[in-house]
C-alpha cells in the first residue's frame, strides 16, 4: 500500500479554520484519499473522499494537488467537538481493507 | 437507521482462556470487515466478511477468527488468549466491500 505522512499533531483555537496536511507522493492512479477521525473512546467515522477533484461535505472539505502527491482536509469552523484524532488513507480501487497510519492529533482550544 | 453495534463493549479475561465478539452491521450492510487498535500498534486490519464468506485477511496468527452469518452479523473469535491481545475490536460495515466503511463504537478487552 502506497504511505501516507500527516503531522503527529496540530492545535487549532475554536471558530477558525483548520487545515491538516497529508502527503502521498507514491499515489497510484487508482488510489482514493479518504479522511477519517477518531473521537476519544470511539470507533473511527467516515469525514470524506476523493480521487482527483476537491470536494465538499457537511463535515469538511478536501483539497487534492494538482499532481495529487499531497492533499489537505479542511475544517471551515473548528468546534471543540473535532478535536480527534484524523487518519488520511489511500485505498486502491477494489481494495477492501483500510490501512490506518499513526494520524494527526488536532486540539482545539476554546 | 441504527449504527453498527458490539457487544460486549467491555471484558476482561484472562491468559489461554478464549473470547468470542459480536457485531451487527447496519441494516443492509453485507460487508463486515475487522480491525484491533492498540497503543503500540495503531490501527490494523484483522479480516473481512461478504456474504458469510472470508475475502480478505490481515497479518494476524490463526488464533484469531471469524465467521458472518446469513443475516450479516458477524462474530470473531480469539482462543488461547495472551497478554498481546488487549486491545480495542472494531468492527466496521459496508454496504459491499468496495463502499464507505462505517465504524462501531468497540470492544475493549482486557487479557490478565
Known amino acids: 500500500d502506497a504511505k501516507t505522512t500527516q503531522p503527529n499533531s496540530m492545535e487549532s483555537n475554536e471558530e477558525e479554520p483548520v487545515h491538516l496536511p497529508c502527503n502521498h507522493s507514491?499515489?497510484?492512479?487508482?488510489?482514493?484519499i479518504h479522511w477519517y477521525r477518531q473521537l476519544p473512546s470511539q470507533g473511527p467515522e467516515y469525514v470524506i473522499h476523493g480521487l482527483t477533484s476537491n470536494v465538499n461535505n457537511r463535515m469538511a472539505s478536501l483539497a487534492i494537488a494538482e499532481d495529487r502527491k499531497s492533499s489537505t482536509l479542511i475544517l471551515h469552523r473548528a468546534t471543540l467537538r473535532d478535536a480527534a484524532v484524523y487518519y488520511c488513507i489511500l485505498r486502491t480501487t477494489g481494495r477492501r481493507a483500510l490501512t490506518f497510519g499513526s494520524g494527526t492529533r488536532l486540539q482545539v482550544q476554546p | 437507521k441504527a449504527g453498527v453495534t458490539q457487544t460486549p463493549r467491555y471484558l476482561i479475561k484472562t491468559r489461554g482462556q478464549q473470547v468470542t465478539l459480536s457485531c451487527s452491521p447496519i441494516?443492509?450492510?453485507?460487508?463486515v470487515s475487522w480491525y484491533q487498535q492498540t497503543p503500540g500498534q495503531g490501527l490494523q486490519f484483522l479480516f473481512e466478511y461478504f456474504s458469510e464468506t472470508q475475502r480478505n485477511k490481515g497479518n494476524f496468527p490463526g488464533r484469531f477468527s471469524g465467521r458472518q452469518f446469513s443475516n450479516s452479523r458477524s462474530e470473531m473469535n480469539v482462543s488461547t488468549l495472551e497478554l498481546g491481545d488487549s486491545a480495542l475490536y472494531l468492527c466496521a460495515s459496508s454496504s459491499d466491500p468496495a463502499e464507505t466503511q462505517y465504524f462501531g463504537p468497540g470492544t475493549r478487552l482486557l487479557v490478565l
Open positions: 441494516s443492509g450492510h453485507r460487508s
Open positions: 507514491t499515489i497510484s492512479g487508482t488510489d482514493y
